[in-house]
């Protein structure tokens, strides 16, 4: 936004150290409070919290995370969730409705939007993730990977297996015995990767605990995914940001079942997923080995993954320049 001529005061909320101080608001503070009830523009990522009250001129931007498989709020079963805390719905639901653009990485999942979230197509912005542009931007940038490879000490001719699962929401609230058996048995890959000179990496997620046998990076996923010759995970978005920079994607669905009972899928992905789905260790090991960057891989990134219709960029401009109005 900088590099690009946005003439106004730009202020992240962060703590991250990397962001410098003339741009860099701390959460939970006064000076937050006073730049987001002055600011025309606020972009959010994902869920507003409830605290946050929108002032009547102001247009809020919604960058979201990634193009759903899992299914989302109104769309979802979420049973779960629902028992432990029965406003959890309509808590979402105003917690979106409090958006007036929502960015999408697709138009072809825009309807998924629509229907989840109860979100006026007209005000959904199929742009691209920003962080996607960037995977695609320096996917051949040989300077920047070997750096990050450096980070974590990865050899000069070791090959990445990134490991990165979602949470269950059959893991939800003060259950008595967490299930984690959908998680990837290190052991029965050890030799695998071993024989074939890999690596497996997982990033650490809230519900990682079981986890401890596989490498967990402090990386970025981004810069995780930069790296990455091949990305195993189930029902996370994060694999059509793979798709997006052509790495192998690969998911293990052991718990295809008792998800669909706790969450559920969107059918048409879920569908046009499946020649790389495995349930097991054995067939996991057989894909790796023998994958193929084919005509349904190309078809599935065509369909799900960035492809942009917009600039934000000059979206933002516009609304600056008074060319976009805020009619909520």
Same mark, same amino acid.
């Given at each position: 936004?900088?590099?690009?001529?946005?003439?106004?005061?730009?202020?992240? *909320?962060?703590?991250?150290?990397?962001?410098?101080?003339? =741009?860099?608001?701390?959460?939970?503070?006064?000076?937050?409070?006073?730049?987001?009830?002055?600011?025309?523009?606020?972009?959010?990522?994902? @869920?507003?919290?409830?605290?946050?009250?929108?002032?009547?001129?102001?247009?809020?931007?919604?960058? @979201?995370?990634?193009?759903?498989?899992?299914?989302?709020?109104?769309?979802?079963?979420?049973? +779960?969730?629902?028992?432990?805390?029965?406003?959890?719905?309509?808590?979402?639901?105003?917690?979106?409705?409090?958006?007036? =653009?929502?960015?999408?990485?697709?138009?072809?999942?825009?309807?998924?939007?629509?229907?989840?979230?109860?979100?006026?197509?007209?005000?959904?912005?199929? /742009?691209?993730?920003?962080?996607?542009?960037?995977?695609?931007?320096?996917?051949?940038?040989?300077?920047?990977?070997?750096?990050?490879?450096?980070?974590?000490?990865?050899?000069?001719? +070791?090959?990445?297996?990134?490991?990165?699962?979602? @949470?269950?929401?059959?893991?939800?609230?003060?259950?008595?015995?967490?299930?984690?058996?959908?998680?990837?048995?290190?052991?029965?890959?050890?030799? /695998? *990767?071993?024989?074939?000179?890999?690596?497996?990496?997982?990033?650490?997620?809230?519900?990682?605990?079981?986890?401890?046998?596989?490498?967990?990076? +402090?990386?970025?996923?981004?810069?995780?995914?930069?790296?990455?010759? #091949?990305?195993?995970?189930? =029902?996370?978005?994060?694999?059509?940001?793979? #798709?997006?920079?052509?790495?192998?994607?690969?998911?293990?669905?052991?718990?295809?079942?008792?998800?669909?009972?706790?969450?559920?899928?969107?059918?048409?992905? @879920?569908?046009?997923?499946?020649?790389?789905?495995?349930?097991?260790?054995?067939?996991? *090991?057989?894909?790796?080995?023998?994958?193929?960057?084919?005509?349904? =891989?190309?078809?599935?990134?065509?369909? &799900?993954? &960035?492809?942009?219709?917009?600039?934000?960029?000059?979206?933002?401009?516009?609304?600056?320049?008074?060319?976009?109005?805020?009619?909520?």
């Amino acid at each position: 936004m900088i590099n690009n001529n946005i003439d106004i005061p730009i202020y992240f *909320c962060t703590k991250d150290e990397l962001v410098e101080d003339n =741009y860099k608001v701390l959460p939970n503070t006064e000076e937050l409070y006073n730049k987001l009830y002055s600011s025309k523009i606020v972009i959010f990522e994902s @869920w507003i919290p409830k605290k946050f009250r929108k002032p009547k001129d102001a247009i809020w931007i919604n960058l @979201w995370h990634g193009t759903p498989l899992k299914k989302m709020l109104y769309d979802s079963n979420e049973e +779960e969730i629902v028992s432990v805390k029965p406003s959890h719905k309509k808590e979402k639901f105003l917690s979106i409705a409090k958006t007036d =653009y929502l960015l999408t990485d697709n138009e072809n999942v825009n309807h998924f939007f629509e229907t989840s979230f109860l979100f006026d197509s007209k005000k959904i912005l199929s /742009f691209g993730y920003p962080r996607v542009k960037y995977l695609i931007e320096n996917k051949n940038n040989k300077k920047l990977k070997d750096s990050i490879r450096k980070k974590i000490d990865i050899k000069e001719n +070791e090959k990445v297996i990134t490991y990165l699962p979602t @949470w269950r929401d059959y893991n939800y609230g003060d259950t008595e015995e967490l299930d984690f058996e959908y998680f990837l048995d290190r052991e029965k890959v050890e030799e /695998f *990767c071993e024989k074939n000179n890999y690596r497996l990496i997982s990033k650490d997620h809230n519900y990682m605990r079981k986890a401890e046998n596989i490498s967990v990076t +402090e990386l970025e996923t981004q810069e995780l995914l930069l790296i990455s010759d #091949f990305l195993i995970t189930d =029902y996370s978005s994060v694999m059509f940001d793979a #798709f997006a920079i052509d790495i192998p994607v690969i998911i293990l669905a052991k718990d295809f079942e008792k998800y669909s009972l706790s969450r559920g899928v969107y059918t048409e992905i @879920w569908n046009d997923l499946k020649p790389f789905v495995v349930d097991n260790e054995e067939e996991l *090991c057989k894909l790796i080995k023998n994958y193929k960057i084919n005509d349904q =891989y190309n078809y599935i990134k065509n369909k &799900y993954s &960035y492809r942009s219709n917009g600039d934000l960029i000059r979206f933002i401009k516009d609304i600056l320049k008074g060319k976009v109005k805020n009619d909520k």
